[in-house]
């Protein structure tokens, strides 16, 4: 056995016959295409089995090209109903069983405990994932995703953990918040109510509960 060979070749070659020199170059665009598209080794091989137990087997080169893909796509998408369904069970009321913990103050605003956005711009947000099962799938999943990415290999994104060693005061900043803009709506329903909202009563009041609220 060729060890300098991908051992999916070999298989392919073995089962199918494909010993002419013509199947060479087939070969050799067929592994650079598999390996830009991210597929391992064990993975083609799979997929080699799986298309040689078909009750009709493909003939020509594009044929078993296409059903190799046909079978990866097919591998893929048992992986993640699998996936799904472990994690169907999985309840959590961090990220509401989504994988993803959303509504974070973005770490660049937050100063000194508090989510303090510079001059006129807005509270920025950020998500990152959760900690549970299907959190971990996700990070994991992103991971995976952005190694075929020669800019982005070896990056990966922040998760909660990660994220609340940085800013372990996220959850009362986050309260802070939605304390604020809750106040400010009945603020301006109540001015509007009674006929006499005007824009500077309404700053007035925001100013004086961020304030309040330590919020600048």
């Given at each position: 056995?060729d060890?300098?060979?991908p051992?999916w070749?070999?298989h392919h070659?073995?089962?199918f016959?494909?010993?002419e020199?013509r199947?060479?170059?087939?070969y050799r665009?067929?592994?650079?295409l598999?390996?830009r ?6 993975e083609?091989?799979?997929?080699v089995l ?11 080169p594009?044929?078993?090209l296409q059903a190799?893909?046909?079978?990866l796509?097919g591998m893929v ?14 309840n959590c009321p961090?990220?509401g069983s989504?994988?993803?913990?959303l509504g974070l103050?973005c770490?660049e605003?937050?100063v000194g405990?508090?989510?303090?956005p510079?001059?006129n711009d807005?509270?920025?947000t ?11 799938a ?9 190694s ?9 994104v ?7 060693k940085?800013?372990?005061?996220h959850?009362?900043?986050?309260t ?6 809750a106040?400010?709506r009945t603020?301006i329903k109540?001015?509007a ?7 500077d009563h309404v700053?007035?009041?925001r ?10």
């Open positions: 056995m060890f300098s060979v051992m070749q070999q070659a073995a089962i016959q494909t010993n020199i199947w060479s170059e087939v665009s067929w592994t650079l598999f390996a598209e991210g597929w391992t080794d064990e083609v091989c799979e997929a799986r298309m040689s137990g078909r009750p009709e087997l493909p003939r020509f594009p044929d078993h190799l893909r046909r079978e796509g998408r048992e992986m993640r109903e699998a996936s799904e369904r472990v994690y169907s069970e999985v961090r990220c989504t994988g993803w913990v103050p770490l605003q937050v405990g508090l989510w303090s510079r001059g807005t509270h920025k950020v998500a990152v994932t959760c900690d549970c099962p299907r959190g971990r996700r990070n994991e999943g992103v991971r995976q995703h952005w075929k990415d020669p800019l982005r290999n070896g990056m990966g922040m998760g909660i953990v990660e994220y609340t940085k800013n372990p005061s959850s009362v900043q986050v802070m918040r939605e304390e604020f803009l106040a400010e603020t109540a001015n109510g009674a006929g006499s909202a005007s824009a700053r007035a009041m100013d004086k509960l961020a304030k309040g609220f330590q919020v600048q």
